[in-house]
């Protein structure tokens, strides 16, 4: 069953026979959003209605903050996982002035009951949503008992002693503490793109990389990790080192970029998927005097990346001696 993904706030009932809601952001898909999607997905099972999910880009977050909100998941991933996870009807709406200006009431008439025709809404205790927050639980199990629909609150998935978020993810991450933010993830971070090409200078420098350009998603690591590598559908099992940065010594880039070398790797990557896992990080990126400077920095990095990884160090050298 695919998926059908929708961005517009008015428009035809996508679920006549009724669905069963989540609302959110979904930044990650973490343990608490698969809660809730689990409950959307088994509850449409026993009911024979529509799995759907209300969500916003960019991320409410990312709206309102000055700063530069890091993503966990990009808009194609998050679209990915919520099919993988058994959702049929994906609303993601443009969260914009027009959106924010919506009172609770009006989001629950136009959106959850006009494109979805909800008859359960699955959301987290602490949800809220319309403009300044207004709407909560127990607006939405009043005018479900008007509108016809039930509202049903998941009790809040705690890891480690706190609830999980999108945000506690996105603090661990920038602090380099992989194993803690995969315990709240369900799964190892991994950011993944298409192989790009570059200017065929790492080949030259003897660490040839594949390039995942990141564009506008702004990245919650950045620096020089070890990692492991995943090509197509495959497990992340490759051993290798990456940069994610913007490479100011050399044809620096202003978008960041993500390079990943392979170990002991001699195929062509260029057009295919690639998902890369974070296992450590190394250092920051540096601006280095010269590319000899560079290089000799690289082989370091693999030296400690083969180690981090419990590889045997002695095999950099038998391969870039
Ligand atoms: C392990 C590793 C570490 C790197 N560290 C830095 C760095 O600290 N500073 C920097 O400017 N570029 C860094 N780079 C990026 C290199 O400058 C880049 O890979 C090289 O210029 C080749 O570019 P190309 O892929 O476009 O051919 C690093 C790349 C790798 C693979
Ligand atoms: N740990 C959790 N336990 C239960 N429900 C959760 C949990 N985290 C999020 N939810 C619920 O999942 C839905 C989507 O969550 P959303 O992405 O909006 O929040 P979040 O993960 O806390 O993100 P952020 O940290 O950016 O606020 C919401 O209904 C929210 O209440």
New binding site residues.
């Given amino acids: 069953m695919t998926l059908r993904l929708h961005r517009d706030v008015d428009g035809p009932c996508l679920a006549p026979e009724g669905s069963i809601v989540a609302i959110g952001a979904f930044d990650g898909l973490h343990l608490g959003h698969q809660t809730i999607l689990d409950e959307v997905r088994r509850r449409a099972e026993a009911r024979g209605l529509v799995p759907a999910v209300i969500t916003f880009e960019p991320l409410p977050r990312a709206f309102f903050s000055k700063e530069p909100v890091p993503r966990l998941s990009g808009v194609r991933e998050k679209a990915e996982g919520m099919g993988a996870a058994g959702i049929r009807e994906l609303l993601s709406l443009r969260f914009d002035e027009a959106l924010t200006a919506m009172s609770a009431e009006d989001f629950v008439r136009r959106v959850i009951v006009g494109r979805l025709a909800a008859r359960e809404v699955w959301v987290g205790e602490d949800f809220r949503f319309g403009h300044r927050r207004g709407g909560d639980f127990a607006l939405l199990q009043s005018m479900g008992a008007e509108l016809g629909f039930t509202a049903h609150a998941v009790p809040p998935v705690i890891v480690d002693g706190e609830r999980v978020s999108s945000s506690k993810v996105r603090t661990l991450l920038g602090e380099s503490r992989f194993a803690e933010a995969a315990r709240l993830l369900g799964r190892p971070f991994v950011i993944d793109g298409h192989v790009e090409h570059?200017?065929?200078?790492?080949?030259t420098?003897g660490?040839?990389?594949a390039?995942i350009h990141l564009s506008e998603r702004v990245s919650p690591v950045q620096g020089?990790f070890a990692v492991r590598i995943g090509v197509g559908d495959g497990p992340c099992s490759w051993p290798g080192?990456?940069?994610l940065?913007f490479?100011?010594?050399?044809?620096?880039v202003r978008e960041p970029l993500l390079?990943?070398?392979l170990f002991d790797f001699s195929g062509d990557l260029y057009g295919q998927r690639i998902g890369v896992e974070f296992v450590r990080k190394l250092r920051d990126?540096?601006?280095?005097d010269g590319l000899d400077a560079?290089t000799a920095?690289?082989r370091q990095?693999?030296i400690a990346a083969r180690q981090a990884l419990g590889m045997n160090p002695i095999l950099a050298s038998e391969t870039h001696g």
Avoid: C, W
Avoid at 247 to 252: A, D, F, G, I, Q
Avoid at 285 to 288: G, L, N
């Fill in positions: 570059g200017q065929q200078l790492g080949r420098l660490y040839p990389t390039n020089i080192v990456a940069s940065g490479r100011p010594t050399v044809n620096e390079e990943a070398h990126e540096a601006k280095f560079l920095q690289m990095d693999e």
